[in-house]
């Protein structure tokens, strides 16, 4: 067997293999197999034990490792590319993949998976470049063009070209949210902001800004900063010409013009177009001096009055 089938395999030790059958056998491989690749996952090192034993799996010992050792009779499909071959033998799906490990029950299947292999798109979209392997998606894709919407939202009016884009917008009326991540008690209506809110967890920050060395967990937050470097303004106000790389910045400064202030103090009657302006306001009320200056033990409440105060230390004039 070439090294670029086998990966991570499973180890067998029998403690009492007289008393079990061969399919008894057999059943429980299939069980420790899908035991390994959903509690272990193949990216396993060598010689690492499964503490816990998977239902329905008795009188084993089992360890992960890399080498081929087979430790029962033929029937032990320790590699996981044997017992795909094997689960051939016991299903209706007898054509497989010469490149992994799916297998298919019809041949006109198999030759559609090859796609992804081979890079064959053989559905060309009449209205764009696109191309697609499958004439499926084609017609997915083909909506875009049309506008056509055919899965209608039974509680709102919405509706949506596929019907997985609808069964993730009634998550919304439902509030279903089967991804829950790992380390805190979050959890997400979509896959998507799972693995966004996990970079948090992890500090990874993988979107780089191409001209300076900042990097970001989000999209989003990589796009608002390249304006930066762009100088692109596109939120313009309504009421007058100035405009905005970002939306916030507008609505605050549309408070200018509609006179809104929805930041209330909770010690006086007064009241503030942003929340900044009152939690700097509200230290008048608590006393709190968080600059500290670094040449004395003065300390101020806002930046700009340590900017200010500062300037006698060092001279230096505005």
């Given at each position: 067997?070439?090294?670029?089938i086998?990966?991570?395999?499973i ?5 009492n293999k007289?008393?079990m059958t061969r ?5 429980q491989?299939?069980?420790?197999w899908k ?7 193949l ?6 034990e499964i503490?816990e034993e ?6 084993v010992?089992?360890k992960m490792?890399?080498e081929i050792?087979i ?6 499909f320790i590699?996981?590319?044997?017992l795909v071959k094997?689960d051939?033998t016991?299903?209706e799906e007898?054509?497989q993949?010469s ?5 298919f ?5 198999l030759k ?11 559905y060309q979209?009449?209205?764009c470049?696109?191309?697609?392997s ?7 894709h083909?909506?875009?063009h049309t ?15 596929r019907?997985s ?5 009634q998550r919304?009326?439902?509030e279903e949210?089967?991804y829950q ?9 979509h896959k998507q ?5 996990q ?9 780089q800004c191409?001209?300076c060395d900042k990097a970001?967990s989000?999209?989003n ?5 390249q304006?930066?470097?762009t100088?692109e303004?596109?939120?313009?106000c309504s009421h ?9 910045s ?19 009657n007064?009241?503030f ?7 700097i ?8 001096k968080?600059?500290?200056?670094s040449?004395c033990?003065k300390?101020?409440?806002?930046t ?15």
């Amino acid at each position: 067997m070439s090294e670029s089938i086998v990966k991570e395999c499973i180890k067998i030790e029998y403690n009492n293999k007289e008393s079990m059958t061969r399919d008894e056998r057999c059943n429980q491989q299939h069980e420790l197999w899908k035991y390994a690749n959903v509690n272990v996952g193949l990216n396993v090192k060598e010689g690492i034990e499964i503490k816990e034993e998977p239902m329905n799996v008795k009188n084993v010992e089992i360890k992960m490792s890399k080498e081929i050792e087979i430790y029962d009779e033929p029937i032990a499909f320790i590699c996981e590319s044997n017992l795909v071959k094997h689960d051939l033998t016991h299903t209706e799906e007898k054509y497989q993949c010469s490149k992994c490990y799916k297998a298919f029950s019809q041949n006109s299947s198999l030759k559609i998976h090859q796609r992804v292999h081979t890079g064959e798109k053989p559905y060309q979209c009449s209205q764009c470049d696109k191309a697609f392997s499958k004439n499926s998606y084609l017609i997915l894709h083909q909506r875009i063009h049309t506008g056509e919407k055919p899965y209608r939202c039974r509680q709102c009016d919405k509706a949506f070209s596929r019907n997985s884009t609808l069964r993730k917008h009634q998550r919304m009326h439902t509030e279903e949210k089967p991804y829950q991540c790992s380390q805190c008690d979050k959890a997400f209506s979509h896959k998507q902001y799972l693995i966004i809110h996990q970079l948090m967890h992890t500090g990874e920050k993988p979107l780089q800004c191409s001209q300076c060395d900042k990097a970001f967990s989000q999209k989003n937050d990589l796009i608002k900063h390249q304006r930066v470097h762009t100088g692109e303004k596109p939120y313009q106000c309504s009421h007058c010409d100035k405009a905005f790389s970002q939306n916030y910045s507008l609505i605050i400064h549309q408070r200018i013009h509609t006179g809104e202030e929805p930041y209330q103090c909770s010690q006086c009657n007064k009241a503030f177009s942003r929340n900044s302006t009152l939690i700097i306001h509200q230290r008048m009320h608590t006393g709190e001096k968080p600059y500290q200056c670094s040449h004395c033990d003065k300390a101020f409440s806002q930046t700009v009055q340590l900017i200010r105060h500062q300037r006698k230390h060092t001279g230096k004039k505005p």
